[in-house]
């Protein structure tokens, strides 16, 4: 089995994802949020909220997709927030009125996590199966060597220039 090592995580390889790439993820879901807002307040009367939580779920896709769960969350929150303060009636408040309209929100913020917890699974998934190709390599290199021509300390030594 493959750990992620102490090293990998101090670069940001433990959740998968780089610090670059969560950053860019949370900058993603705080500006998206809003943007989708204005774009859409004009013309709420003319729209459903199930459009609007549709385009919410984009943008937490978006979001996951650039920097994972974090990102996600944060996306699925300001897209909670913001479809019940603008879109569901009485505007301008967190109050709904109606009960199905709590529950297409309810329903979109554990859509919107569940594509955030999705998307970091894979991301861990996949830096688990690039670091099991690099060992199942090294492995198979050594195994076409033969037998005594290298000392311990000169594999040992190639390992961790493989693995640094």
């Known amino acids: 089995m493959t750990a992620v090592t102490q090293w990998d995580q101090a670069r940001g390889l433990g959740s998968g994802l780089s610090r670059f790439r969560q950053l860019t993820g949370v900058v993603v879901a705080l500006v998206a949020c809003p943007l ?5 307040l004009p013309i709420r009367s003319e729209i459903g909220l199930q459009t609007v939580l549709l385009l919410f779920v984009l943008a937490c896709v978006v979001a996951s997709v650039v920097g994972g769960l974090p990102a996600a969350a944060i996306a699925a929150l300001g897209g909670f927030s913001c479809a ?4 569901t009636p009485p505007y301008g408040s967190f109050f709904v009125q109606k009960e199905r309209e709590l529950w297409d929100l309810l329903v979109f913020l554990a859509v919107a996590i569940g594509v955030g917890l999705v998307v970091e699974i894979g991301a861990r998934e996949r830096v688990c199966a690039e670091r099991a190709k690099v060992e199942a390599e090294l492995a198979a290199e050594l195994g076409r060597r033969e037998p005594g021509t290298h000392t311990v300390a000169t594999v040992l030594g190639e390992a961790l220039e493989r693995f640094s």
């Open 84 to 87: 019940n303060f603008y879109f």
């Open 36 to 40: 989708i807002t204005a774009l859409l």
